[in-house]
């Protein structure tokens, strides 16, 4: 089963504009990952936060990780039509060894 | 440059038939994946491996093999008991070890039964 579920499935924005995504998830975590994938390509690694970290800036991004609530956001400001990709947020649980993703966000950012 | 690279891009395979998907790293990592990925969907687990010789299953590996013979390479073999393989399947790297790294994913094989 997927440990983490993102919302919403899909956002349609336009360019300028800040796009948000959640993801929620079930079990204790070492880490939360967040990665981008472009249509019919591989995924493209973006931002860790670790489990005692609140919030993780890099460029554009902005990730905040909530543990009491298994819940962890992810922020892109400014938003180009270059960042139009599915985005998929991954848990590495504690004790565990692979990364479980969640389903992703279709996020579509219109010139 | 350093890098993980899947062949071939697309691979047709006809009912019965065994196919292997190549996945080869220059990163010196330990650890290797296999995921699947359908239409819409997020990634599931198939295989992994974290050290020479030795892989473990994922969340579906029934109907895959796996073999990790060398560090750079972990190849996955679709049998012909695998019901659904029409997929697209992604090879991951990464260190192992306590403390969480980011995987580095290749490009990816799309697998269709014809």
């Known amino acids: 089963s997927q440990q983490g579920e993102e919302d919403p499935q899909a956002l349609s924005i336009q360019e300028g504009e800040n796009a948000t995504m959640n993801c929620s998830y079930k079990?204790?975590?070492?880490?939360l990952q967040w990665y981008r994938q472009n249509s019919g390509r591989g995924l493209v690694h973006l931002i860790l936060?670790?489990?005692?970290?609140r919030e993780k800036h890099s460029g554009r991004l902005r990730v905040t990780l909530d543990t009491s609530k298994k819940s962890s956001s992810l922020l892109i400001t400014a938003s180009r039509a270059a960042d139009t990709a599915s985005y998929f947020c991954?848990?590495?649980?504690?004790?565990?060894?692979?990364?479980?993703f969640g389903e992703g966000t279709q996020l579509t950012v219109n010139p | 440059d350093g890098g993980i690279t899947q062949s071939p891009k697309y691979l047709f395979r006809k009912e019965g038939q065994n196919v292997t998907l190549s996945c080869e790293q220059n990163?010196?990592?330990?650890?290797m994946y296999w995921y699947r990925q359908d239409p819409g969907q997020g990634l599931r687990l198939i295989y992994y491996?974290?050290?020479?010789?030795?892989?473990q299953k994922g969340d579906i590996a029934e109907g895959y093999s796996v073999s990790r013979e060398k560090k750079e390479s972990f190849p996955l073999t679709v049998t012909s008991a695998q019901k659904n393989p029409t997929a697209f399947y992604l090879c991951?790297?990464?260190?192992?070890?306590?403390?969480?790294?980011?995987?580095?994913f290749g490009s990816g094989t799309r697998l269709t039964v014809v």
């Open positions: 991951a790297s990464s260190i192992a070890g306590v403390g969480g790294y980011g995987y580095t």
């Open positions: 491996s974290q050290i020479v010789n030795d892989f």
């Open positions: 079990t204790s975590i070492n880490n």
């Open positions: 991954a848990t590495d649980p504690f004790g565990g060894s692979r990364l479980t």
């Open positions: 936060i670790r489990s005692n970290e």
């Open positions: 990163l010196n990592h330990d650890a």
